[in-house]
C-alpha cells in the first residue's frame, strides 16, 4: 500500500507533511523563510506522479500481459497471444506453447468474445514467478456458436502462471481453468467434452 511506483499519493502526503514542516520552520524561524520554501510541496507531487508513470511494477507488467490477451480475444488476433506465452509452456493437456496458441485459435470460431468484465483478481509474486488468479464475466458476440446456443455469457475463474524473463517481461508458462459458472472444472474436464 505504501509503494510510491504504485500509488502516487503516497508522494502527496509526503508533500502535505512537507508543506506543514516549511510553515512551521517559516513561523519559528522567519529570519530563514524563502519564497520558494512553497514550491517543493509541488516538486514532490509532479515527481510522485512521474515515477508513478514512468516506472512499470511487477503486478503492472502482469497486469498489462494479461490485458494482452484479453484485446487478442477481442479482436480474434493470435500474434500477441503467441507473445506473451513462453517457449516452456506446459499445463495440464497442453504440453506446448503451439498446442495451447492452437488452442487459442480454435477458440475465435467458437467463442467470439465482445467484452470481458473483470470481477477479482489477485497477483503473488515470488521472486520470478507469480500467480495471477482472476474472475471475470466474458461476453461473446452475437455471432459466437456459444451465444447461438443461448450461453451469452460465462463466468470464468482461472488462474495463470508467469516467470519473469531476463529482460524484465513477465511471460505465461502455465494456466489453469479453476471454474466456469461457478462450478469447479479443470482443462481435463474441458477437453473430454
Known sequence: MWNVFEYPFVGVGIAFLSMVALWLYRIFRPDKKRKWHFVVPFIIIALSFGICFLVQTD??????????????????NVEPIRQIISDDYSDATHGSKELIVAYCQALF???????????????????????????????????????????????????????????????????????LDKKSVSWNQLNSH
Do not use: Y
Open 59 to 76: 503486478k503492472e507488467k502482469i497486469l498489462a500481459a494479461f490485458n494482452t490477451g484479453i484485446k487478442s480475444f477481442q479482436q480474434q
Open 109 to 179: 470460431s467458437v467463442a467470439a468474445v465482445e467484452k470481458v468484465t473483470t470481477f477479482s483478481r489477485q497477483i503473488q509474486i515470488d521472486g520470478t514467478i507469480a500467480a495471477f488468479t482472476v474472475e471475470s464475466m466474458v461476453k461473446f458476440t452475437e455471432q459466437s456458436e456459444i451465444a447461438k446456443m443461448g450461453k451469452a455469457f460465462l463466468i470464468a475463474k482461472a488462474r495463470l502462471h508467469f516467470k519473469k524473463t531476463p529482460d524484465k517481461k513477465w511471460l505465461i508458462i502455465s494456466s489453469e481453468i479453476l471454474e
